[in-house]
């Protein structure tokens, strides 16, 4: 019986560098519209998309933050990281993805 098993076509590819070039820079320029806080708030809870938590995008006093908001008090928002955002202290707010 014959163990060898026949050649199979291999093709010289040579030296290979696969995404060595590759950056991408996750900063967005976003645009806030002048609206109500209250009313983005007030929309955002009230929506049907809104059902555990809902990405927004919050620029206060401070910056531009990110967050995934799960509930809200009367003076304040909670985050999934179980953080409170005052109300007062937001200066505008957007909501991802739409």
């Known amino acids: 019986m014959n163990n060898k ?3 199979v ?9 696969n995404n ?11 645009v806030f519209d002048n609206v109500d806080v209250n009313d ?3 929309n ?3 929506s ?10 919050v620029k206060t006093k401070k910056g531009v933050f990110n967050y995934d908001v799960i509930g809200r008090t009367r ?3 909670i985050t999934i990281d179980n953080q409170k955002i005052q ?3 937001i200066e505008s707010i957007k909501i991802k993805g739409l």
């Not at 060595?20 to 976003?30: A, L, N, Q, S, W």
């Not at 049907?48 to 995008?57: G, L, R």
Request: charged content about 20%; glycine content about 4%.
């Open 5 to 7: 098993l026949p050649k």
């Open 9 to 17: 076509f291999q093709n010289n590819i040579g030296n290979v560098q």
């Open 20 to 30: 060595v070039k590759v950056y991408h820079e996750g900063r967005t320029t976003e």
């Open 40 to 42: 983005v708030i007030d």
């Open 44 to 46: 955002l809870f009230n």
């Open 48 to 57: 049907p998309n809104h059902v555990y938590k809902t990405s927004v995008m």
């Open 75 to 77: 003076d304040s928002l």
């Open 87 to 89: 109300i007062s202290d």
